[in-house]
């Protein structure tokens, strides 16, 4: 595990897979050094693929980074959990479904006439999210799981994170209302990092954006998630970067006051603490080679 330059990249890697939140932007603001880094890898000949856990297809990511004011050449190439989530929607439209998350993520169903009910009405349920992160706990939802459970119903997940960072608040994520489920008993089904389906979509989509088939060795995953980004680049058999100040800064703050970075205590944390991922091949606190 090393810092990186630029060159060391551009020379190995012709894919790279790059996770949004945490990485290119924080929920509030883009991180210049980010993009720049991002651009300065295109204009050497390499290849894109945004790569995130939102519940929203890909088309409004798009827009919503275009709109912050992210490059255009970097948002040419995007695969969502939103997009995965929409494949399985398609195929279960005769079937009563039911949503938990907010109105904000509707645009998720447009297209599809699907049949919303409650809890004790459905046969199938997605959860993008807490209905409103920012005052509700998951306790708030234990009575939802519980009816859920008793009826057997799988839940499937369009957003595996268990938290993300908006600026400097910490809001919960669909995959901690997941977590909990399972942890009763419940089945999850989950659309996104760290699963294969996302990554195959991931790859299959930049093979057709770059008219050509890249092989694993030379993808790169870039992510600040390690139960996502970097497990998820583990599980699928390809190099990852780890950005620190993201979902975990807090966990490595004591190590990372500096600007300089205690590799050695950051391997040996990852090896502790997240046993069943391999150690990333790359580590910085920010996305910035140049």
Not at 121 to 139: Q, V
Not at 206 to 215: D, E, L, Y
């Amino acid at each position: 595990m090393t810092k990186p330059n630029l060159s060391e990249i551009t020379d190995t890697y012709s894919l790279i897979l790059c996770d949004i939140w945490g990485v290119v932007h924080n929920g509030n603001n883009i991180y210049p050094e980010a993009v720049n880094t991002l651009l300065a890898y295109l204009e050497a000949g390499g290849n894109i693929c945004l790569i995130t856990n939102a519940p929203r297809r890909s088309d409004a990511i798009r827009d919503y980074l275009l709109n912050m004011g992210v490059a255009p050449d970097i948002c040419n190439t995007i695969v969502s959990s939103g997009d995965c989530s929409y494949a399985w929607l398609s195929s279960i439209v005769d079937r009563p479904l039911f949503h938990i998350g907010p109105e904000k993520d509707n645009s998720l169903f447009v297209g599809l006439d699907l049949k919303k009910v409650n809890e004790f009405e459905c046969l199938e349920c997605i959860c993008t999210g807490f209905f409103n992160e920012y005052i509700e706990s998951i306790s708030d939802y234990q009575k939802i799981l519980e009816t859920l459970l008793e009826r057997g119903i799988v839940i499937h997940c369009a957003n595996p994170d268990l938290y993300v960072n908006k600026g400097s608040v910490r809001l919960p994520c669909a995959g901690l209302i997941a977590q909990s489920y399972s942890q009763m008993g419940g089945k999850v089904v989950y659309f996104g990092k760290p699963h294969h389906y996302i990554y195959d979509l991931a790859l299959e989509t930049a093979n057709q954006s770059m008219r050509k088939t890249v092989s694993k060795d030379s993808i790169l995953a870039i992510g600040d998630g390690l139960n996502t980004d970097i497990a998820g680049a583990s599980n699928f058999g390809i190099d990852s970067f780890f950005i620190i100040n993201g979902v975990h800064e807090a966990e490595f703050k004591k190590n990372n006051d500096t600007s300089e970075i205690d590799i050695e205590s950051v391997r040996d944390y990852i090896s502790k603490y997240y046993t069943k991922i391999a150690v990333p091949k790359f580590v910085m606190n920010s996305l910035n080679l140049l």
